[in-house]
Nanobody, 115 residues
């Protein structure tokens, strides 16, 4: 079973940028897709961005044009570049390893955007 560790979350001002990292113990190449999700207080966890094994990306409408998901096979790491942040982006961000049979989640990293 793969293990995921997110990092990079912190407090930032509106309009600022952050780059989150998701380091995997297993090979991300073995996943069907890697994704970033987020969960704000008292809200359901929602999809932010995904990247398939073939490199196809998908973004939530609320972040499209501002966020970018990428991967580095050499470092076995998935990234989420977050630009022009706003308070609505405040949430715990989770990395997800998607594979048939069993999905795996990281523990999450807190992103707080002040106005």
């Amino acid at each position: 079973q793969v293990q995921l560790v997110e990092s990079g979350g912190r407090l930032v001002q509106a309009g600022g940028s952050l780059k989150l990292s998701c380091a995997a113990s297993g090979s991300i190449f073995e996943s069907d897709a890697m994704g970033w999700y987020r969960q704000a207080p008292e809200k359901q966890r929602e999809l932010v961005a995904t990247i398939s094994r073939g490199g196809i990306t998908n973004y939530a409408s609320s972040v499209k044009g501002r966020f970018a998901i990428s991967r580095d096979y050499a470092k076995n790491t998935v990234y989420l570049q977050m630009n022009n942040l706003n308070p609505e982006d405040t949430a715990v961000y989770y990395c997800k390893f998607v594979r048939f049979g069993r999905d795996t989640w990281g523990q999450g990293t807190q992103v707080t955007v002040s106005s």
